[in-house]
């Protein structure tokens, strides 16, 4: 079994910052891509930005220049720092990661529970 955990979401004032983790832990072998995603009321849920094991990162356009997706893989951990925060970065933001399980040659997506970010004064 594998488990995403999430942390650091929060109520922040336009202009802020906010940096999010998201540690794998379980029967894990080798986590490929990993990456952040949100989801705002009525909408449907988006990238945000995606990294792969090798470092290489992308981001939604939306967010480029503020927001930097990085790892950690010694620790299976994947972070978002999150600065200059607008009102419409409000929205659940959800952890990502394609995952070589050790019980099985093919990759799993898992998700993790979701962490509330709003941005408002």
């Known amino acids: 079994q594998v488990q995403l955990v999430e942390s650091g979401g929060g109520l922040v004032q336009p202009g802020g910052s906010l940096r999010l983790s998201c540690a794998a832990s379980?029967?894990?072998?080798?986590?490929?891509?990993m990456g952040w995603y949100r989801q705002a009321p009525g909408k449907q849920r988006e990238l945000v930005a995606a990294i792969t094991s090798g470092g290489s990162a992308n981001y939604a356009d939306s967010v480029k220049g503020r927001f930097t997706i990085s790892r950690d893989n010694a620790k299976n951990t994947v972070y978002l720092q999150m600065n200059s925060l607008k009102p419409e970065d409000t929205a659940v933001y959800y952890c990502n990661a394609e995952v070589n399980p050790k019980w099985q040659s093919r990759s799993v997506n898992y998700w993790g529970q979701g962490t509330q970010v709003t941005v408002s004064s």
């Open positions: 379980g029967s894990i072998s080798s986590i490929n891509s």
